[in-house]
């Protein structure tokens, strides 16, 4: 069972409102709490507490309310991404999100830890989607914010409180989405180059040009040789529509490339397979760093992770989302991790970004400061947990450094 190893016991609730009453008495009685969705994202922040009650939403999985003439749906928060897609597409429209895992992703579990993949690039991620909200709180009330309607301005913007707060202010019962029409194909562009600085600089020319691209990532040498591609550092432009323009767009990127020194290029037509790897990519190595710097600092931080790796004798393969969001893969000896994450988080930091923890062994977690260098609003994260979860029963662990999964 997904929550064996942090839970001692599992409910499965089935209204919202035992859902509640549960959350209610387990506050009362100070006991620990985990929410539980798809476990996909379990690895992600401190350690949490083990004895706890884990609450899980599987059997809050409907669909509640789906308008496609107004593009927007509203679910229940154990729905998981892929059976939410799998009904909208037959009305040719989708949630473009593209967490890790989506047969597995829950649209609650997606937006407690911000969850997001190379979409990002075109659609933004779950905070820009989101229009209405529903939470249970410790104190056993159900709150809602938003609506069903794409504009929503009035009052405080409730549901972007919850996105990233890894369901330790209360646990999403449901959520309301604005959707996209899904584009009637996609065709890939893939650059290799000598190095990442190569690759980047086509990248944001694409970023800064009229085209509009749905997903730009850059691949170091390693990931390349993973997902199948060529030993070289690697450029992947995704572009979707009607083939008329697709055919246009990736013409303009391949000259780009070819004039920035590119070694070879192709174009992938059946491209859902790339994808999937490149989406999945953190979920399938055991030890990730999640790195957030400018876009125009790709290449910087990832060559230097790539030598603080080399010179601590640990393996190192990159994804970048060209937004500036890095995800590096490291194994090895555990206590040379250690100080390769920790060298790697000191070069983000001299360039204010940032290094977060996305994935890895509990016995790393214990030993390393997952969520990095404290921010200037840490004392406004510790007021508001006090607020919601006044007796800390939620995510005992993560809940320490609430509020960093959110960046």
């Known amino acids: 069972m997904i929550a064996e190893h942090v839970t001692n016991q599992v409910i499965t609730p089935e209204t919202p409102e035992q859902l509640a009453q549960a959350l209610k008495s387990a506050s009362d009685e100070r006991r620990a709490v985990i929410p539980l969705g798809g476990g996909t994202m379990l690895d992600l922040g401190g350690p949490v507490a083990r004895a706890a009650l884990g609450i899980s939403l599987a059997k809050l999985n409907n669909v509640l309310d789906y308008q496609p ?139 800064q040009s009229p085209l509009q691209p749905m997903s730009v990532e850059l691949l170091d040498r390693t990931a390349s040789a993973q997902f199948g591609l060529d030993d070289s550092a690697s450029l992947a432009v995704r572009f979707g529509g009607i083939e008329s323009a697709i055919a246009r767009q990736l013409g303009d990127v391949e000259k780009w490339s070819r004039e920035s020194g590119a070694l070879k290029t192709a174009t992938i037509v059946n491209d859902a397979a790339l994808w999937a790897r490149v989406r999945d990519f953190s979920a399938n190595h055991p030890t990730v760093v999640k790195v957030g710097v400018l876009p125009t600092q790709i290449a910087e931080i990832g060559s230097a992770a790539q030598e603080i790796a080399r010179q601590h004798e ?14 590096i893969a490291l194994d090895g000896d555990q206590a040379q991790m250690l100080q ?29 400061d997952t969520w990095g260098r404290a921010r200037s609003d840490w004392n406004v994260m510790q007021k508001l947990k006090r607020e919601f979860d006044p007796n800390g029963v939620l995510n005992q662990g993560s809940m320490e450094v609430w509020g960093y999964g959110s960046r």
Not at 117 to 144: C, E, F, K, N, S
Not at 319 to 326: E, K, N, P, S
Request: overall charge positive; proline content about 5%.
């Open 340 to 368: 390769a994450i920790g060298k790697i988080g000191d070069v983000a930091h001299s360039l204010r970004g940032h290094l977060i923890l996305q994935r890895a062994p509990r016995s790393l977690r214990e030993r390393v």
């Open 314 to 327: 640990v393996s190192c393969a990159l994804v970048a989302h060209a937004v500036g969001i890095l995800f």
């Open 69 to 207: 003439a107004n593009l927007t749906v509203r679910a229940q928060a154990g729905v998981t991404l892929d059976a939410l897609n799998a009904k909208l597409a037959q009305h040719g429209q989708y949630l473009p999100l593209d967490p890790p895992c989506p047969s597995r992703a829950t649209l609650g579990g997606i937006l407690a830890t911000n969850a997001s993949g190379p979409l990002r690039m075109r659609y933004g991620a779950a905070r820009d989607l989101l229009i209405g909200i529903r939470v249970a709180l410790t104190d056993g009330q159900i709150v809602h914010g938003g609506g069903q309607v794409v504009k929503n301005v009035a009052g405080y913007d409730l549901p972007k409180l919850f996105i990233g707060s890894l369901g330790t202010l209360g646990i999403i019962l449901e959520a309301t989405f604005k959707l996209a029409p899904l584009p009637k194909q996609t065709s890939t562009l893939v650059a290799h180059f000598d190095d990442l600085a190569h690759a980047l600089a086509v990248a944001l020319r694409a970023l």
